[in-house]
């Protein structure tokens, strides 16, 4: 296969996948069919493209030959190919989750093209070369986000959209702004060009540099939900359905965090002195204030609302430390959280499916009742809080290690720390939900065949994240060395530079 149509599949098999599906708008039964080969093709190409990226190096094309940095580019280094897997192995698990797990009214008003449109709008922003198409992709992601938050019309959600779209659209502003003000300073808007041009110490307008960055710091913060622009999130997430819930909760905000480290790893690294002290203040309170805020829930998903504010503070301690190991170490925990807290959320609705509710005090009783159940969050949980051997306890070791190897005691503390809390508010959980015995039982509800099917079939997006999710706890090593190699070409931006400048 050509290597520039491995770069454009990403982005062509869920775009015409989303059309098919807006042509059989009356046919649930054809949009489902089309998706699953969708979903299905788009894994496929997301695995060459990382297979040819680990052979040949850094891969980029120029869309419509147009020379860069005029053109449309489009480029793939390790970091991106990896983001691009893992939005869709979560995408090929949500999508399995919703066939049983979604009920056919949203299924008729568009979700399936809609999901298709958001995922290729993840694979946009992971392979664009370009600002101003970096902000085009996110404003996909943000039209995308609103319509399936919105899908439905119930009060809560379209409360939740509301926050969620007027809080992005600021964000939108900034990022624009921005834009802007990083044309006018350079004349470019290519990624590898504006590289190239702070790599040189005579340049006129190198030291305004910094004033651009702080509208990205803010608008991509806001977007990855970083202390103390983070208050949008818990108020949207925990209101759609829970296949919504997971892809853009497990997903969307790491896009945000992806941003940052590829703009503050080409770009901005003239502004390291202002932004890495800004970046680790903001890591700190990040972690803290988002478990004290699960901590202090009492309803299944909105705990998993705020420890993903929590998380996205430990991506963006790597940032800040800013050496090999702990952007190795970032870029692993981004991968290990995109499973993790997609499976929690699955998890959530097979409860919420079998009982009825989220309410943490309207539970209990499942280990004895659902032992599998119990196991499954189990294990997720404690890989979330970074117990070894699971993945998230290799990503936050990674992390502490490199904080306590650059001197920066106290975020290494914090994260460690923050690890212990989250472990209490996962074993808050495991209490109410599985361990203690529910106070009123329900009486018994005749299920016919169809019901136990469908309830079973929720299980295998589950098992299909949990195998992942020991897999990379298990089977570290070569995650972990491609997590350092991704981050040894952030760190040498040249190769990325050549591959496109050619």
């Not at 894994?43 to 052979?55: D, F, K, S, W």
């Amino acid at each position: 296969m050509h290597p520039n149509l491995l770069l454009l599949l990403p982005l062509l098999i869920p775009l015409y996948g989303a059309i098919a599906c807006l042509l059989c708008w009356r046919w649930i039964k054809l949009q489902t069919a089309v998706t699953a080969a969708s979903q299905l093709a788009w894994t496929a190409a997301a695995g060459m493209l990382l297979y040819h990226v680990l052979g040949q190096g850094v891969l980029a094309t120029q869309i419509g030959n147009w020379p860069a940095p005029f053109g449309i580019t489009l480029v793939a280094d390790i970091f991106g190919a990896l983001m691009v897997l893992t939005g869709t192995v979560t995408g090929l698990a949500v999508f399995l989750f919703s066939l049983p797990g979604l009920d056919r009214a949203r299924k008729r008003y568009g979700y399936y093209p809609l999901l298709l449109f958001l995922q290729m709008g993840v694979s946009g922003v992971c392979l664009t070369g370009d600002i101003f198409n970096l902000y085009v992709w996110f404003e996909v992601l943000l039209i995308c986000c609103f319509a399936l938050l919105s899908l439905g019309s119930t009060r809560g959600q379209l409360e939740g959209a509301i926050k969620y779209v007027t809080i992005n659209f600021l964000a939108s502003g900034l990022l624009l702004t921005g834009v802007g003000v990083l044309y006018s300073l350079f004349g470019a808007l290519n990624l590898a060009a504006l590289a190239q041009m702070v790599q040189e110490a005579n340049h006129p307008n190198l030291s305004l540099l910094p004033i651009a960055g702080v509208f990205f710091i803010v608008g991509f913060g806001i977007k990855a939900a970083v202390f103390p622009m983070f208050f949008w999130l818990p108020a949207s997430y925990h209101t759609p359905p829970i296949a919504v819930s997971a892809f853009i909760g497990g997903l969307i905000t790491k896009v945000g965090i992806y941003t940052l480290v590829r703009l503050f790893t080409t770009v901005f690294v003239v502004s390291l002195s202002f932004a890495l002290p800004l970046f680790l203040v903001l890591a700190g309170l990040t972690m803290v204030i988002g478990v004290i805020g699960a901590a202090a829930q009492i309803d299944f998903r909105k705990i998993l609302s705020f420890h993903i504010i929590s998380q996205i503070g430990y991506m963006l301690m790597g940032l800040a430390l800013y050496t090999p190991l702990a952007l190795a170490g970032t870029i692993f925990f981004t991968l290990h959280n995109v499973l993790v807290k997609t499976n929690l959320f699955l998890i959530s609705g097979v409860v919420a499916q079998a009982e009825g509710t989220f309410a943490l005090k309207k539970l209990g009783g499942l280990y004895l009742r659902r032992p599998f159940l119990a196991l499954l969050f189990f294990l997720s949980a404690l890989s979330l809080a970074g117990i070894p051997p699971l993945s998230g306890f290799w990503g936050k070791l990674m992390l502490a290690k490199a904080g306590f190897a650059s001197g920066n005691y106290l975020i290494a503390g914090t994260s460690l720390a923050v690890s212990l809390v989250t472990l209490f508010s996962m074993t808050k959980i495991w209490n109410e939900v599985f361990w203690k015995k529910k106070k009123k039982p329900a009486p018994p509800v005749k299920k016919t065949s169809t019901d136990v099917l469908r309830q079973r079939l929720l299980y295998l997006p589950v098992i299909f994240l949990m195998l992942f999710i020991l897999l990379m706890g298990l089977y570290a090593a070569p995650v972990l060395m491609l997590a350092e190699t991704a981050a040894a070409q952030l760190l040498h931006s040249e190769t990325y530079i050549k591959a496109v400048l050619k």
